[in-house]
């Protein structure tokens, strides 16, 4: 069964330093996205994007934040400037808009440390 | 933001059918109620979802009253890999933001 694969599966970095996450989707899924989970609390959508820009866009997706998508299989979340706060598992989700198919599917995330 | 209700947890013995309820008063006529659940800290995975009838696939049931106000996720035989976070999502597709509440925790017992 196709999956979405997330790399690394854990990062730790410093406070102000910059961080890319990984994700590749389902091969023929077109809307992407990105979500995190700070420990303990609830999963929160942070973006989505579709036909190579964003479509829409979280109130915690701010100017440090940006996404894209370099190539025909990858989908990044970078991070500008680690903030403490940024500590959280992200999580990669892809979609398809074909009949009975709209479903998203989840990747496995990603755990960032920020010290 | 959620626009559903669940209980924070529910318990369930390894065998039995777990039956887990969910609120949507405010459901619009096109929007979908979807389950999904979380196992410890991993990705969200895909259980379920409907409209207004009634949906079995491999994995779980779902029930939707007729006036689409509440359903309920019936997972037949729990095993202990069922315990998990479980989440009712209501919208109009998955092509947009999913709003994931609390859920309700259920844990399986041996």
Redesign the interface.
Do not use: D
């Given at each position: 069964e196709p999956e979405?694969t997330q790399t690394p599966s854990h990062q730790v970095t410093q406070m102000g330093q910059e961080v890319i996450l990984r994700c590749v989707p389902i091969s023929n899924h077109l809307?992407f996205?990105w979500?995190r989970?700070i420990l303990g609390q609830?999963?929160?959508?942070l973006v989505?994007f579709y036909n190579n820009e964003i479509s829409?866009k979280?109130e915690i997706f701010d100017d440090q934040f940006s996404v894209e998508r370099p190539d025909g299989s990858n989908f990044t979340l970078k991070i500008r400037s680690t903030k403490l706060e940024d500590s959280a598992?992200y999580?990669c989700?892809s979609?398809s808009?074909w009949a009975g198919g709209?479903?998203?599917?989840?990747?496995?995330?990603t755990?960032l440390l920020v010290l | 933001d959620a626009k559903t209700t669940q209980p924070p947890s529910m318990d369930c013995a390894e065998g039995r059918a777990a039956n887990l309820p969910c609120n949507h008063s405010t459901i619009s006529g096109n929007e979908y109620v979807?389950w999904y659940r979380?196992i410890h800290?991993?990705?969200?995975?895909?259980i379920i979802?409907g409209l207004k009838n009634n949906e079995t696939n491999e994995m779980a049931s779902l029930i939707i009253t007729e006036d689409r106000k509440s359903s309920t996720l019936i997972l037949p035989h729990a095993t202990l890999r069922d315990t998990a976070v479980y989440?009712c999502i209501v919208g109009l597709?998955?092509?947009?933001?999913?709003?994931?509440?609390?859920g309700t925790q259920l844990t399986v017992w041996p």
């Open positions: 979405v809307y996205y979500y989970q609830k999963v929160e959508f989505s829409e979280s598992m999580f989700a979609s808009p709209e479903t998203q599917y989840f990747g496995p995330g755990r | 979807y979380q800290s991993q990705g969200p995975q895909y979802h989440y597709s998955t092509l947009g933001r999913l709003y994931f509440g609390r």
